[in-house]
């Protein structure tokens, strides 16, 4: 790397073609959001602070701005996935019935409310709560790992799994879905209590939970191409998260995040997702973007 280099990283450039993106939406639908000043004054402070970290890293390079100008950005999906709700709300009306109609046909059944019934067991509803939460730990231990063995991997690995997300997320602002949890009425939408892990769920769910984000799962989606990431680049890792990998694709229907159908595609779409987001990068990389190795 060039010192004094204030290009873009790869993960910069596409949180602010969201941004971009987001913020067109809220403008063309200003009169349908409540909270449009808020969505507007909080991308301006995100994208004040990605410049901000742009110049320092300009005078001032470490380890540690470099993780948070890359694999740093995927925390921030946890705030951009909320937000789909209220975006979402000014394409289309929420399109539930459908889904559960297609788990009926499929299935002839609602798998959602049928699983939680035919396993009550309070060791398995902690299992599968222990399972659901591990999504996000999951995902970026795997960037941690990453950082810490090559970082010329890292950087691609990060913009993959931030790419993806951020494309999952596009997909709820087009196709607004609440899940069997907010969708079907109590006790249809409970589970089985159980200890510990199920109230740590609640709290998560009551802070930063909303009625969004059902179709595709991108639970499944994101689990899926953090294994093809794994697979490629960390074959023993890949192998030593396959099993958690497992249960917390199971744990999206039991817990009543997710119909069957939307884990269905979520398998269809992950593959599809994890090749564009490659397809990306390497125009990134012809482009001769920021992206380095630190020493």
């Known amino acids: 790397m060039k010192n004094g280099s204030s290009r873009f990283t790869p993960s910069e450039i596409v949180t602010l073609i969201y941004i971009f993106i987001t913020t067109l939406l809220i403008c063309f639908s200003w009169g349908k959001l409540d909270n449009a000043v808020t969505l507007l004054v909080t991308r301006i402070a995100i994208v004040a602070v990605i410049y901000t970290l742009n110049l320092t890293y300009k005078y001032y390079q470490n380890g540690f701005i470099w993780f ?7 925390a921030l999906t946890t705030y951009w996935y909320p937000e789909t709700y209220y975006l979402g709300k000014c394409i289309l009306p929420n399109l539930d019935h459908i889904f559960v109609a297609a788990d009926q046909w499929l299935f002839g059944c609602q798998p959602s409310i049928e699983f939680s ?36 991997i890292a950087q691609k690995v990060a913009f993959v799994i931030l790419n993806s997300f951020l494309i999952y997320y596009i997909i709820f602002i087009i196709l607004p879905v609440m899940g069997p949890q907010f969708y079907f009425p109590y006790p249809e939408n409970s589970i089985p209590e159980s200890g510990i892990f199920r109230h740590l ?73 994890y090749w564009f987001s490659l397809v990306c990068w390497k125009k990134f990389e012809r482009s001769n973007t920021l992206i380095e190795r630190i020493s």
């Open 68 to 74: 948070v100008r890359n694999a740093g950005l995927i």
């Open 117 to 152: 019934q035919i396993i009550p067991y309070a060791w398995f509803s902690e299992l599968m709560n222990i399972s659901y939460l591990s999504y996000f730990i999951m995902i970026m231990g795997t960037a941690f790992y990453f950082f810490f063995t090559n970082r010329i």
């Open 201 to 273: 769920m609640i709290m998560v769910q009551e802070m930063g939970e909303q009625p969004t984000g059902a179709f595709p799962s991108s639970h499944v989606g994101i689990c899926l191409i953090n294994l093809m990431l794994l697979f490629k680049y960390a074959r023993k890792r890949f192998y030593l998260l396959l099993p958690l990998a497992i249960l917390l694709i199971c744990s999206t229907v039991y817990i009543k995040a997710h119909y069957l159908i939307d884990v269905i595609a979520g398998f269809i779409t992950a593959p599809i997702v």
